[in-house]
């Protein structure tokens, strides 16, 4: 059960970053306000948290986001506020087990 759960995160992880992250002409990479606040908690530099989010990202993506930070990673990066539109929502009763998937 609690590998389902954690199965569902990473995968949560991974659809958040696809569906928030943004490359423009590969000058300027657009990140949720809420991937700074997580680098920061997780002691991540700019770079390790590029490498978290590369990891969710598809090949084109992840080449142009290479391209792009080649120097300094902070000049290309530019945060957005935060969004509520995207949402994971797990039940209750599943998190607690009384749900048999």
């Not at 943004?22 to 991540?44: C, N, T, V």
């Not at 700019?46 to 084109?60: Q, R, T």
């Not at 530019?78 to 509520?84: D, I, N, T």
Request: charged share 30%; net charge positive.
């Amino acid at each position: 059960m609690a590998e389902n759960v954690f199965r569902d995160l990473k995968l949560a992880k991974e659809e958040f970053i696809q569906a928030s992250v943004y490359i423009h002409k590969e000058a300027k990479i657009f990140l949720p306000k809420i991937l700074f606040y997580f680098a920061k908690d997780m002691s991540l530099s700019v770079h390790e948290l590029l490498e978290v989010i590369n990891g969710c990202l598809s090949e084109v993506q992840q080449k142009s986001i290479r391209r792009c930070v080649k120097g300094r990673p902070d000049k290309y990066i530019h945060w957005l506020q935060q969004s509520s539109t995207f949402r994971y929502v797990i039940h209750r009763e599943l998190a607690e087990g009384r749900i048999s998937v």
